[in-house]
């Protein structure tokens, strides 16, 4: 489904933008989609501020996706976002064990990756936690390399470093900082 | 070992990362598969590493949430009636002296004022049309300075949506295409790529230095990455507050000028103080690259005069001026090339 040309013409600015790392685009994003995601959020047990964090959220998802090449969506960007928002919303009511009637996940938009589906919310937690204490600039290098996906060429010239060698060399060692942190919170799993 | 990576993954660091990441084929992911379900030690480094890809991205998420957060809860509009009042005197003050001039030197075409002033824009004109009158010409062009016209639609924007729309659910290879380089005619105020006009001119976008040493990479490898854009944020406090005038400095063969942003129109003016990017015009004028930056706190004179422009690539020019650097992306070839031709 292509959708109008219209549409098709603002999402592909849109993407361009995120593409480039520009976050204004989220900007423009959340005004476009607070309406109609507000309006099913507070259909269903939610609040304002709820809705504006569940949007949020998928904003955060669709810039991910799309920043590590994974979005592969011929909707409109209101549709895909309004869909995740949806999903979201109903995980974290059935996460409250709260009842919802008259909708039902739609597992196609699911954006749960095997990643989030295999390492548990706690440890996760846990090595965030350890990265914002483990400081500069292991905590900028391990970014580079897991958030934003950088490469090792590219990480060495954003932080001034000699080669790809020297940040393989460094972020080794910056792991092996950080799971020290890691340890001293994690339960041991024998 | 039975399997065909023929060692333990445990101590290979890239094939760990790729497999967090995601980034390996079906088949090379179901080799790792295989061999750690043999392999307690190979099974525990690659949960370390699946554990940290998970923290980093959570981290990240959050970091972009909160500037998300940060940037909704900025205030939309900046009060207009403090900069309306100030560019209406400058034009008036601007306009004033051209009609004084001429009227006193005798060479314009206008006459004394009697009664009160003629409409601005019958005046500029009148001015415009004198040729012997260099002075009046220069002050005529700064009042009719030009309001910049909007950006057009991006070409094949339609198409790259179209694009986006049937790309294909393969997995990601290691180099992904997510590293585009800008496309040359869109959004220029949203990328700081140029947006070149039927005039010969262009606009770009300056991005400004904060953190030291990050715009020099980011001009080195030709691009600018999200987490630097993160650090290069514009700090206009940074930027002596002076009376809304134009001020011109000549540096080289650049000539540098500054304007405040409210002289832009509206969509431009948004656009530069949302992205937080300094809104440029570049010009060509014979030898001389004019180019004119729409700044909310004016520089201060000396400081305009002391700015320097530097062509680090040939589509690509850091301005150092108030101690920023601004890095800007030019139409290929008019960077360094057109410096070197000088």
Redesign the interface.
Known sequence: ??GS?LF??????I???I?????????EL?RENRNPVRALVMRNRGTEEDADDIL??S??TL??R??????????RLGTFIYATARNMWLRRLARSRREVAGIETDPASDDA????L??EEE??????S???RLGEPC??L??????????ME?IA??M?MANADTV?SR??QC?KA??AL?LERLPRHD | MTDDIGTHIASDEELLSKYALGRLLGSEQEKVDRHTAGCPACMEALRREMRVAAGARKLGREDLKAELKRRIAAPPVRAAWPRIVSVAAAISIIAGLGVYYAWFTGKGSLSPPVGGSPPLAGRTESLKQDEGNAPARELAERVTAEKPPESPAPAGAHAAANQEGSASHAPRSADNNRRTEPSRGSTAASSGAPMEEPGGGFWSDGIVERAGGALDAAAARGGVSAGEKNALLFKSKALKKEADQTKDALQGQYLLRQKPASALTGSRERSGRDQQTVPTRVDQRGSTTTMTLYLDSLLDENDLKRGRVEAVSDDSVVVTLGGKKILYRFPPGQGAQQQRQK
Do not use: C
């Open positions: 489904m292509a040309p098709a013409s603002n999402d592909a600015r993407l361009d933008r593409r480039k790392g520009d976050e204004g685009a989220l900007v959340y949020q959220e904003l955060v810039w991910e799309v920043r590590t090449g994974r979005f592969h969506y011929s909707a990756s095997p990643l989030e295999m390492i440890e996760a937690e846990i090595v965030r350890a990265l914002e905590r900028k391990l970014l580079l390399f897991y958030w934003e996906e950088e490469s590219t010239v954003q001034g393989k972020k080794y792991k950080l799971e890691v």
